[in-house]
């Protein structure tokens, strides 16, 4: 299926650019540029601060890096068993299928990896990955993920599900993509029904949306087509500053998401990756929005807000502490309203 892209140049001579998007001239570690037609017909041309458009659009803020960025972030070389197969929590691992994407998200954790162009896992990579995940059966979850998982082929997908399958039948898969926002009509009966033909194990199907203008009628209709066939679906938000760093942005999303039944599952803070400060969003500011959307959703439709910390830390929960101390034998806790409740020990 050909995925209709824009490039810099065309986006030049389509679009008035700001003075940090013109000034912006690539370098060392630097995305490249691709935006879907799909996700640009999102985008309203008139507004420079469309939150869609900071997503995607160079600016050359990437081009600065700061202190305690990196360009792996989250340590996932050091915990690599292959060059495609990261191992860093026992009971799960994630393969990277393919370092290409339709789209490319200007705040991309993985910039060290993706968009190198050096395309999808060969046979040999993925039979070596089948193979260790087969040896380790405390390994229960297998994350494909890349770059962009839908940018392979149907025949490519047959494969590598299938050989996983072969080896591991009771694997849980997470299909993580972002092709249901960024390139809905990727989404054909053929890959549903090499889903179907694989299904001796559950899928889970990863989304990533960030604004609730990316979650538009055609991708709705993408992720339905998943949760009809029995895939549920769960998405993960990137907080980023002008996007969604605003509590009724975050309230609005996620009531969208649950209403279209993707369970909203975690809200990322931005994680150190070099060229990225500048879609950062505070901490503080982070925990904040996190406290007044846990008072305004339901427990269904409130996600997790977690930091993926640095040098591999893992993922450590983002929240202000409602548990304030212990006193004698009770424990003295806060409301969201900030008053003060008590709760007995249990002997
Ligand atoms: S779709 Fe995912 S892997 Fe691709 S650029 Fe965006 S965040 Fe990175």
Known sequence: MKIN??????????????EAESSYSGGNNSLPISITSHYLSLIDENDP????RKQVFPTSFEEVEENMEYIDPLAEVNHSITNRLVHRYKSRVAFLTTDICPMYCRHCFRRRFTGNMVGPATEKEIVEAAEYVKDHPEVTEILL???????????QLDFLIKTFRERSPKLIMRICTRMVI??????DDELLSILKKHS????????QVNHPRELCEKSIEAISKFIDMGI?????????KGVNDDVDVQEELCNKLLFNRIK???VFQGDLVSGTAHLRVNLGDTIKIERELRKRVSGLAMPN???????????????????????????????????????????
């Open 145 to 155: 993920t890349g770059g962009d998982l839908l940018t392979l082929s149907n025949k």
């Open 182 to 187: 960024t390139a809905p009509e990727r989404i």
């Open 305 to 347: 807000f977690v930091s993926d910390l640095p040098q591999g830390g893992g993922k450590v929960p983002l929240s202000d502490c409602y548990v304030k101390e212990h006193v004698g034998n009770r424990w003295v806790l806060e409301t969201l309203d900030g008053e003060r409740r008590e709760y007995p020990d249990t002997y």
């Open 232 to 240: 549920p679906a769960l998405n993960q938000t990137v907080m980023l």
């Open 200 to 207: 001796t194990a559950p899928f889970y199907l990863l989304t």
């Open 5 to 18: 892209i824009t490039s810099f140049e065309q986006l030049k001579q389509s679009f008035k650019l700001t």
């Open 264 to 266: 909203p599952y975690y």
């Open 49 to 52: 601060d469309d939150p869609l």
